[in-house]
């Protein structure tokens, strides 16, 4: 320390606390263990278990036999095709929500526990639900048949809809809450000033809150997006898992667990982390180039 | 210039479930004018100040332009300017868009936008900050960055709240005398609410005093500080000492302004009456420290004190070096404290002669109707705290 002050060098602790590093900081040291050993260490253990294909044929092997193949390919398409959709929903269904249960109001906590109830059902209750309520023999095609605005059933469970509803139900409490806690974050006087300088309702919403809102859009659309991603439990049970939601988490399984060809599964698991990786990728570029600093209000 | 006639405030309230936080406030606002309201922390300034920019519905009472009817219509609708107290500048947006926000909602061309834009950035100083973003100005250009975005739309009505009480003290005079400024430029119609007294005298045409949510006084700043209407108003525009007293003769008795004799602490003193002060018995008399003069020190006046007929003897307890005088505390023989300003060298433990002339030492009723609480007091800086007030601090 004495060394470096002399050759006019702050010492190591003033440099280091000039980059807002300090004893503190040193807490996050668990947290990057815990992060080395339950994720890196299985991402590059998979990683490398992907290059060693059990039939041979070369390194790049699995990642070959899996874009050769339309059925395997197609996984990628098809599970983008539920992801992105189920995401962008909850986004956009989380910001009106918030919007009006952001304020005090009699009955709050009622609504918001009623908002974030799902969460606690997991994917095979509601799985459960939706194909007693809406599948063939459930009470809305029973209504809607009984009333005689339809004669057949609609088709809701075991498609495409059925997945995405699932999606859409588990991934909302989780889009909601944060996107209530990035609202609450902006400073009411600001939506006030915004009203005396002549700005509409409309108009606040356009100028104000939703730039300011944005970049907190982002972080819950990748956040929705990935565990939409991952979608598993609902694309069996309330889908198609051999047609329009053979969604790639199934054939990562069914490589892994029913072939026990570990490497061809880690190879498939690796191609969704790419994938996922390219979305967030893209949605965080975007959002760098919003504006994103503070907003003002309580956080 | 967009002048109105007069703006009418009639019996304007407010309340928050069962709590009264603006109660029948009467005021008309001339065009041009500049109204001050004042009132210590919590007691319905900003209140009044929303419902006018229509930011909070009232819940009783009428507000009128010109004779029509305003108070339902929203606040984007109704052409007043705000500035927050703490600025509500746009994160996201520059300086200049800042500026501009409500020159774009109105759909002002791009040429006239930009050359508004400047004028008022010109006129606050901060032409060349216009690129900048809010976060990266000092309060104080932030401050003048939230005046710029108000009056740039010349609005017919501009209202402050406590726009300086987020600033240092050197700042606060700057902008006092900037906002000053300002007004005699634009003429703008403006409501500035504020705490602090000195800063509503010395910017306000006229001054409106609230407590707890209820007018005490509507007047110039000179009738405001020279006659206050009752001992709270009193309290809070420096009479400091609120000394208890007997009324003995009401010499030119009768109603308001009469002088009048009051008794106390082995001495007295010539008083002028206040509304309501009554004959004889007991009253408050409330009296600035800078209004007591010391007549005689002890020992130096050992004959003369019987000489004074109106005087009150006093012990100095705490003596503060304030300059060009100083600002002494001393206790009365019944123990009242009170404070006072001298340029005579005093010490701990002098005895001295207090006197004030007649008119500067208000008269009015020990109790007041409808007023419990006794006038908030305002620490002096370097003041030791209230005895009490420690007491109540300490576990
Ligand atoms: N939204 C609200 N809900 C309940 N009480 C409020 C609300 N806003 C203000 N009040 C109360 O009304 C009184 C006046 O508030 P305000 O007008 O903000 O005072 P100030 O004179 O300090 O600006 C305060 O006692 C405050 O607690
Ligand atoms: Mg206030």
Redesign the interface.
């Known amino acids: 320390m004495s060394a470096d002050a002399r050759e006019g060098r702050p010492a190591l602790r003033h440099r280091l606390a000039e980059r807002g590093v300090d004893r503190t900081t040193m807490l996050v040291l668990p947290g990057v263990a815990f992060l080395l050993v339950l994720f890196c260490y299985p991402f590059v253990y998979g990683l490398q278990l992907s290059f060693q294909p059990a039939e041979g044929g070369g390194p790049f092997a699995n990642y070959r036999t899996f874009f050769e193949d339309p059925y395997l390919r197609e996984t990628i398409w098809l599970t983008l095709r539920l992801a992105v959709p189920a995401a962008l929903i909850n986004c956009l269904a989380a910001v009106p929500v918030a919007f009006r249960t952001r304020g005090v109001f009699r009955g709050r906590r009622l609504v918001m526990t009623l908002l974030v109830m799902p969460i606690t059902l997991g994917t095979v209750l509601t799985a459960q639900g939706l194909l007693g309520y809406l599948g063939a023999n459930g009470w809305f095609n029973k209504i809607l048949t009984g009333i005689g605005i339809i004669d057949q059933p609609l088709g809701l469970v075991h498609n495409y809809w059925g997945v995405l509803a699932s999606l859409v139900i588990s991934g909302f409490p989780f889009s909601y809450l944060l996107t209530l806690s990035y609202l609450t974050g902006i400073?009411p006087?600001?939506e006030?000033?915004?009203?005396?300088?002549?700005?509409?309702r409309r108009?606040r919403f356009r100028?104000?809150l939703l730039?300011?809102l944005a970049p907190g859009l982002a972080i819950t659309f990748c956040l929705s997006f990935v565990l939409a991603f991952a979608v598993f439990p609902s694309a069996q049970l309330v889908g198609d898992p051999r047609g329009s939601t053979h969604v790639i988490s199934i054939e990562a399984y069914e490589a892994a667990f029913q072939q026990f060809d570990y490497p061809m599964g880690s190879a498939i698991a690796m191609i969704m982390a790419a994938v996922m990786l390219v979305v967030v990728a893209l949605v965080l570029t975007w959002r760098s180039l919003?504006?994103r600093?503070?907003?003002?209000g309580k956080g | 210039m967009t002048h109105f006639g007069s703006l009418r405030m009639e019996k304007v309230s407010r309340s928050f479930g069962r709590f009264r936080a603006l109660r029948e406030l009467d005021l008309e606002i001339e065009g041009g004018e500049f109204i001050a309201l004042l009132g210590p922390s919590g007691c319905g300034k900003s209140t009044a100040l929303n419902c006018l920019a229509g930011l909070l519905p009232l819940t009783g009472g009428a507000i009128t332009v010109d004779g029509e009817r305003i108070d339902n219509v929203p606040p984007e609708r109704r052409g007043f300017g705000m500035v927050f107290q703490n600025y509500a500048l746009f994160p996201h947006l520059s300086v200049h868009d800042n500026v501009a926000f409500g020159l774009k909602m109105a759909r002002v061309p791009k040429a006239e936008r930009n050359l508004r834009v400047a004028q008022a950035l010109a006129l606050v100083h901060l032409a060349e900050h216009a690129r900048k973003r809010p976060g990266q100005l000092s309060g104080g250009q932030q401050q003048r960055v939230a005046i710029a975005r108000a009056v740039v739309l010349e609005p017919r009505l501009v209202l402050m709240d406590e726009p300086l009480s987020n600033l240092d003290a050197a700042l606060r005079l700057e902008m006092r005398t900037e906002i000053r400024r300002l007004h005699q430029r634009l003429g703008l119609t403006t409501v500035y609410v504020t705490h602090d007294q000195e800063e509503a005298l010395s910017l306000a045409d006229r001054l409106v005093v609230l407590r707890d949510g209820t007018t005490q006084q509507i007047g110039t700043p000179e009738e405001v500080y020279g006659s206050p209407a009752n001992r709270y108003v009193a309290g809070f525009m420096g009479y400091r000492n609120m000394l208890d007293v007997t009324v003995t003769t009401g010499a030119g008795a009768g109603g308001d302004g009469g002088r009048t004799r009051v008794d106390l602490a082995d001495g007295r003193l010539a008083g002028t009456r206040r509304d309501g002060a009554p004959d004889a018995g007991d009253a408050v008399a409330a009296v600035r420290p800078e209004d007591l003069d010391v007549a005689a020190a002890a020992g130096a006046a050992d004959s003369g004190t019987d000489g004074l007929d109106f005087a009150v003897p006093a012990t100095v307890e705490v003596v503060e070096y304030h300059g060009r005088e100083l600002a002494v505390q001393g206790r009365l023989s019944d123990g009242q404290r009170v404070h006072f300003r001298t340029r005579t060298r005093l010490a701990p433990d002098d005895a001295v002669e207090l006197t004030a002339p007649p008119e500067r030492v208000l008269v009015f009723p020990r109790e007041e109707a409808g007023a419990p609480d006794p006038p908030p007091r305002r620490p002096a800086a370097g003041e030791t705290p209230d005895p009490k007030a420690s007491e109540a601090v300490a576990p």
């Open positions: 400073d006087s600001l006030r000033a915004a009203a005396t300088l002549g700005a509409s108009q100028h104000v730039p300011l919003l504006y600093g503070a907003t003002g």
